[in-house]
T-cell receptor, first 111, second 114 residues
Framework: GQNIDQPTEMTATEGAIVQINCTYQ??????LFWYQQHAGEAPTFLSY????GLEEKGRFSSFLSRSKGYSYLLLKELQMKDSASYLC????????????FGRGTSLIVHP | DGGITQSPKYLFRKEGQNVTLSCEQN?????MYWYRQDPGQGLRLIYY???????QKGDIAEGYSVSREKKESFPLTVTSAQKNPTAFYLC?????????????FGPGTRLTVL
């Protein structure tokens, strides 16, 4: 089976930096994804990591350590519109390419 | 514009009635998925299909049924056998030639059973 853990809720201040962690245990690994979901809306793709290291995309970066089963999403220069749920999802190996989603981290950005 | 559409956005049904949620995509994606989202539960997979006329059960398929007669369409029927059908339902698709990596989601249907 697969197990994905991420904090339920985090708060931060506008303009600050926040790091959202995700740990996973899977039978094989074929990539880790981060999605952003605003309340009542569809998730939108943020990043994909399959190799160890940091992937940077504007204000958002995602890091992966496969040996530790660990990833984080780093959000810089926080804006109020970044208040959303952030979902970590993992593809296990085996051919089906079906992602397993964590429960999501609700980020609240205060002025 | 390419994308995924789900209709309706809000749906109300009486207990004991079957209801069908539609999902259409014009992205030419091979795979389509149905998820259910409840507060604090994340996304849970109901059914998925990677080719036309074939589909597989996900983690919580009981009380649901699907069909995949056309590549662009993957309707979900919530039957009266589903014990707690009130939820937010999300449809997604992904491309085989991109390793099914990125999923594109529809806007969702919020189903309330009275």
């Amino acid at each position: 089976g697969q197990n994905i853990d991420q904090p339920t809720e985090m708060t931060a201040t506008e303009g600050a930096i926040v790091q959202i962690n995700c740990t996973y245990q899977t039978s094989g690994f074929n990539g880790l994804f981060w999605y952003q979901q605003h309340a009542g809306e569809a998730p939108t793709f943020l990043s994909y990591n399959v190799l160890d290291g940091l992937e940077e995309k504007g204000r958002f970066s995602s890091f992966l350590s496969r040996s530790k089963g660990y990833s984080y999403l780093l959000l810089k220069e926080l804006q109020m519109k970044d208040s959303a749920s952030y979902l970590c999802a993992v593809h296990s190996s085996g051919g089906s390419y079906i992602p397993t989603f964590g429960r999501g981290t609700s980020l609240i950005v205060h002025p | 514009d390419g994308g995924i559409t789900q209709s309706p956005k809000y749906l109300f049904r009486k207990e004991g009635q079957n209801v069908t949620l539609s999902c259409e995509q014009n992205l030419n994606h091979d795979a389509m998925y149905w998820y259910r989202q409840d507060p604090g539960q994340g996304l849970r997979l109901i059914y998925y299909s990677q080719i036309v006329n074939d589909f597989q059960k996900g983690d919580i398929a009981e009380g649901y049924s699907v069909s995949r007669e056309k590549k662009e369409s993957f309707p979900l029927t919530v039957t009266s056998a589903q014990k707690n059908p009130t939820a937010f339902y999300l449809c997604a698709s992904s491309a085989r030639d991109r390793g099914y990596n990125e999923q594109f989601f529809g806007p969702g249907t919020r189903l309330t059973v009275l």
